[in-house]
Structure formats: C-alpha cells, structure tokens
Nanobody, 117 residues
Framework: QVQVVESGGGLVQAGGSLRLSCAAS????????MGWYRQAPGKQRELVAS???????NYAGSKKGRFTISRDNAKNTVYLQMNSLEPEDTAVYYC???????????WGQGTQVTVSS
C-alpha cells in the first residue's frame, strides 16, 4: 500500500501564487509517476501535470508556463508551483501516484485551492 498526502492549498487572490506538496509513503515503486489533477465543482477531474521518477514532465493544455511540477525523489515528494493564479483555477487538487504501468494507482484526499477575483 502507498499513502499519498497533499498539503499547501488555501485561499489566494487572483495573480497570486501557491505551492502544493504531495508526499508518498509506504510500498514505494522505484519507477513511478506522480501527478496533480484538479476537479472544479460540476466538472470532471482533469490532469494538471505529471512527472516520472526519471524527471520527465507532462503538462495539460495551457498549464505549462503558469504551473511548474517538480519532485524530490529522496523524499518521495512532488510539488506544484502555481503562479498568476486565476479564479478559474479554483478546484480541489488531487495528487496521484502510480507505477509506470499504471497498474497500481493511489490518490490523495485532495486539497482545496480557491482563487478570489
């Protein structure tokens, strides 16, 4: 089993920044993918960005540029730096942890990000 715990959400004004953190613990896979997803009210959960244990990143749509994903493999922790936040970024942000084959997937409980206009 793998435990996934997010932190760093909160309330911020438009144009502001937040950094989310997600730590994985337990039966860690040596080759893994950690990613951030978000779900706004009434919408489907969507990918924000992901990063492999080898450092390969993937960003969804227009997220690259304002959002930066990074990780510390020694701490099994992934970060999401969010800049120039917009009210449309308001959502619950979830951390996802999986092996490379996506056979084993674990989700965190989510952290709320609210951007006020």
């Amino acid at each position: 089993q793998v435990q996934v715990v997010e932190s760093g959400g909160g309330l911020v004004q438009a144009g502001g920044s937040l950094r989310l953190s997600c730590a994985a613990s337990g039966s860690i896979f040596s080759l893994n993918v950690m990613g951030w997803y978000r779900q706004a009210p009434g919408k489907q959960r969507e990918l924000v960005a992901s990063i492999t244990s080898g450092g390969t990143t993937n960003y969804a749509g227009s997220k690259k540029g304002r959002f930066t994903i990074s990780r510390d493999n020694a701490k099994n922790t992934v970060y999401l730096q969010m800049n120039s936040l917009e009210p449309e970024d308001t959502a619950v942000y979830y951390c996802r942890y999986s092996d490379y084959a996506d056979a084993y997937v674990y989700w965190g409980q989510g952290t709320q990000v609210t951007v006020s206009s």
